[in-house]
T-cell receptor, first 114, second 113 residues
Framework: AQSVTQLDSQVPVFEEAPVELRCNYSSSVSVYLFWYVQYPNQGLQLLLKYLSGSTLVESINGFEAEFNKSQTSFHLRKPSVHISDTAEYFC????????????FGSGTRLLVRP | DGGITQSPKYLFRKEGQNVTLSCEQNLNHDAMYWYRQDPGQGLRLIYYSQIVNDFQKGDIAEGYSVSREKKESFPLTVTSAQKNPTAFYLCASNPGYKNSPLHFGNGTRLTVT
């Protein structure tokens, strides 16, 4: 069965510092991978996705994630964070043959300090 | 603007009462989903519907019921059989084809005392 592990429940970082949010998944078949962001008391918004092709995917606000098949990872990175990046980030995976079902990780709270 | 509307934002109920959470979308999406979010546990799938008049149980369907009489609407009823109903409930939709990401509503926070 597929599963998603986000080992860090909270990541504190200073403004303008780089950050990496880790995501590892477990699946015996090909997968699609997603990162979602959730601001307080709101729903989730898609940040970026890997479907196929280039293993490095980018978002419009400076985040990027790299699909590493051998390590079954999809870590999220940003070279310089802003206060406004403070939010909870969820990694999610769906199997290519049954992509109606999205499995979410437990989330990582990114706390950016001035 | 197209989107998903969940109402109300906050809901309070007494234990033993059924309560229905509303979810409406104007994105013309075929598929709709209900997730439950608890602190530190991520999102867990309650029910999903890929087409009108059809729906399937997710991972934690016990104590919940849904209907899908219209494409735009997917209400969730939290019944008195749900042992721990206090949570943040999120409705989502997508076009239904493979690899299409989910669009989420802003959620309903249900508190049962």
């Amino acid at each position: 069965a597929q599963s998603v592990t986000q080992l860090d429940s909270q990541v504190p970082v200073f403004e303008e510092a780089p950050v990496e949010l880790r995501c590892n998944y477990s699946s015996s078949v090909s997968v699609y991978l997603f990162w979602y962001v959730q601001y307080p008391n709101q729903g989730l918004q898609l940040l970026l996705k890997y479907l196929s092709g280039s293993t490095l995917v980018e978002s419009i606000n400076g985040f990027e994630a790299e699909f590493n098949k051998s390590q079954t990872s999809f870590h999220l990175r940003k070279p310089s964070v802003h206060i406004s990046d403070t939010a909870e980030y969820f990694c999610a995976v769906s199997e290519v043959d049954s992509s109606y079902k999205l499995i979410f990780g437990s989330g990582t709270r990114l706390l950016v300090r001035p | 603007d197209g989107g998903i509307t969940q109402s109300p934002k906050y809901l309070f109920r007494k234990e033993g009462q059924n309560v229905t959470l509303s979810c409406e979308q104007n994105l013309n999406h075929d598929a709709m989903y209900w997730y439950r979010q608890d602190p530190g546990q991520g999102l867990r799938l309650i029910y999903y519907s890929q087409i009108v008049n059809d729906f399937q149980k997710g991972d934690i369907a016990e104590g919940y019921s849904v209907s899908r009489e219209k494409k735009e609407s997917f209400p969730l009823t939290v019944t008195s059989a749900q042992k721990n109903p206090t949570a943040f409930y999120l409705c989502a939709s997508n076009p239904g084809y493979k690899n299409s990401p989910l669009h989420f509503g802003n959620g309903t926070r249900l508190t049962v005392t």
